[in-house]
C-alpha cells in the first residue's frame, strides 16, 4: 500500500471494486469509516470471475490462495469456505527435456546450487537493485535459475527474472547485507518467532465467492457503472483501487479444459501441476491439474479439469490469437505434455492484454514517484495488484494490518 489515511476525517472514497478495493473497503467500514466505492463496470471482482460451466467451474484469474494464520481466520470471518490440496496429489513438476520432473536439476547442477546457496557473491550492482535473474545467478547459479527461479516466477508474474527487481518481487529473498550467503541470510529468518507454514488452497465455490461475500457486507457502500475520471471533487480519505497505463502488465491467456479421464494414453495427470521453462519446445508456461489437486473441480465423474497459461512478456502474441487458433494450440501441447489423444469436451478461454503489473525497476521508481506526488501527506492511498502485493493473500495480510 502506497501513503496512509488521515485518520482524522471519516469518510472514504474507494475507486474500484476489485478485489483489493472490496477488501480495503471492507476493513475500513470495520473501523467505522464511511466508505463509497466506485465501479465502473456493472459487476464486482475485475479481473476475478468464477464461471459455472456445465463441466465445473472455471476460473478467470485467480484459482488459489496461501493460507496462513490470518488468511485463515479474515476468510473464517467472511464465511468463505476452502480446499486443501488433496493429501496424495502433492507434486508438483516442471518440464525439462521432454519429461515432467519433481527435480529437474542433474546431479552436477544440484552440487552447483548447494556450493553457491553458502558463497557470499561478489555483487556489483546494489542489492536493491538487483534484477531477480541478477540474484538468482548469483545465489543459486544458473541452472537452478534456469530450470527452478524462471519456470516459478512465471508462474507467479507471467514474466522473466530479468524483468524484476527482487526487492518489489520477492523482499524476503533478499539479503540483508552484501557480505552474506544465502544460507546465513535464511537462517537469520528462521531465527524470528516459527509461524505455521501457509498452504495452498482453492476457493470451495470458486474465486468469486469471496467477491459476493465482501460485497454483500458492501451492498449499500458499492455504487456499480460509476466510472470515475475527475478526482479532484472528491471530499475525504482517496483510495486507487484501479489499474493504471503507467504501469507494465504482462499479457496472459488462460484456458480450462475439461476432457474425459479416458483420453490420456497413459494416466490422466497426478499432481498439483507443471511449470514449462521456457525453451524446452512447448508455448505453455504451465498446466494446473485442478480436479487431481482438489475435489469439486468438475461436475462429470468422467471428467478430468486442467487449466493450461500462455503468454507472459516472452509470448505476448498468444493474446492475439483467436480463440480456433489457441484450441489447435492447446490440443498439440496437452498431447506433447500429457499424451492426450482425444478431443476435449469443453475449452473455456480467457485473454487478459494487461492480467500482471510487472515488479520491475520502473515499477519501484513509480512507486516512489506516487509517493511523493500523490500520496505525500495522509489521505491519499494507492492500494491495488502493483501497489506492493499481487496476491489475494499479501492483500488480506495488508488490510488486516491496517
Ligand atoms: C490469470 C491470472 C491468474 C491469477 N492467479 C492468482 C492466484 O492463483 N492467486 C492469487 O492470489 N492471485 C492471482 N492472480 C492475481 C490477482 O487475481 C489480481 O492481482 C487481483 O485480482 C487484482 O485485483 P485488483 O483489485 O488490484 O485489480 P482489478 O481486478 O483489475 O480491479 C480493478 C477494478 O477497478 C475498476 N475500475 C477501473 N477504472 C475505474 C474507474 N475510473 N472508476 C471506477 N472503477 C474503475 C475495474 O472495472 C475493476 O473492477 C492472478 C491474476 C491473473 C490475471
Not at 141 to 158: D, E, H, R, S, V
Not at 209 to 233: G, P, R, T, V, Y
Not at 283 to 292: K, P, Q, V
Not at 355 to 364: E, G, N
Amino acid at each position: 500500500m502506497i501513503g496512509t489515511l488521515n485518520i482524522q476525517d471519516k469518510r472514504v472514497t474507494i475507486i474500484g471494486a476489485g478485489i483489493s478495493g472490496l477488501l480495503i473497503g471492507y476493513a475500513l467500514k470495520k473501523k467505522g469509516y464511511q466508505v463509497t466505492i466506485h465501479e465502473k463496470s456493472n459487476r464486482c471482482g475485475g479481473l476475478i470471475e468464477t464461471k459455472h460451466t456445465p463441466h465445473g467451474l472455471v476460473e478467470t484469474a485467480a484459482h488459489s490462495i496461501l493460507v496462513n494464520e490470518t488468511v485463515q481466520n479474515f476468510l473464517n470471518e467472511l464465511n468463505v469456505e476452502l480446499l486443501p490440496v488433496n493429501p496424495k496429489s502433492k507434486a508438483r513438476y516442471i518440464y525439462r527435456n521432454g519429461k515432467m520432473r519433481r527435480m529437474p536439476l542433474s546431479f552436477l547442477e544440484i552440487l552447483s546450487t548447494i556450493v553457491h546457496l553458502f558463497r557470499k557473491p561478489k555483487l556489483t550492482k546494489k542489492l536493491e537493485n538487483l534484477t531477480l535473474e541478477e540474484w538468482g545467478n548469483a545465489y543459486l547459479g544458473t541452472a537452478a535459475t534456469q530450470y527452478l527461479l524462471a519456470p516459478f516466477t512465471a508462474g507467479i508474474f507471467a514474466c522473466l527474472p530479468s524483468e524484476l527487481n527482487t526487492k518489489l518481487s520477492f523482499p524476503k529473498l533478499l539479503p540483508t547485507k552484501t557480505n552474506q550467503s544465502l544460507f546465513q541470510h535464511l537462517r537469520s529468518l528462521r531465527k524470528k518467532p516459527k509461524t505455521k507454514r501457509a498452504q495452498m488452497m482453492v476457493f470451495k465455490n470458486g474465486t468469486e465467492d469471496l467477491i459476493l461475500k465482501l460485497e454483500s457486507q458492501l451492498k449499500d457502500q458499492i455504487k456499480l457503472n460509476s466510472n470515475i475520471m475527475d478526482l479532484n471533487s472528491i471530499e475525504g480519505n482517496l483510495v486507487l483501487s484501479t489499474p493504471t497505463h503507467d504501469v507494465d502488465y504482462s499479457p496472459l491467456v488462460t484456458a480450462t479444459v475439461f476432457i474425459s479421464k479416458h483420453a490420456f494414453k497413459n494416466k490422466a495427470p497426478h499432481g498439483v501441476g507443471v511449470l514449462i521453462p521456457r525453451g524446452e519446445n512447448l508455448r505453455m508456461l504451465g498446466c494446473l491439474f485442478n480436479s487431481s489437486a482438489f475435489s469439486g473441480r468438475t461436475l462429470r465423474e468422467d471428467e478430468v479439469s486442467l487449466t493450461v497459461m500462455y503468454g507472459g512478456t516472452s509470448d505476448p502474441s498468444a493474446v492475439t490469437l483467436t480463440e480456433d487458433e489457441l484450441k489447435l494450440i492447446i490440443k498439440a501441447e496437452t498431447t506433447q505434455l500429457l499424451g492426450v489423444n482425444a478431443e476435449p469436451a469443453h475449452i473455456e478461454i480467457t485473454k487478459w492484454q494487461r492480467a500482471i503489473p510487472i515488479y520491475s525497476l520502473k515499477l519501484t521508481q513509480y512507486l516512489e514517484e506516487i509517493s511523493e506526488k500523490f500520496s505525500f501527506k495522509p489521505g491519499k492511498v494507492v492500494f491495488t495488484n502493483y501497489s506492493g502485493q499481487v496476491s489475494i493473500r499479501g492483500m488480506i495480510e495488508t488490510v488486516q494490518s491496517l
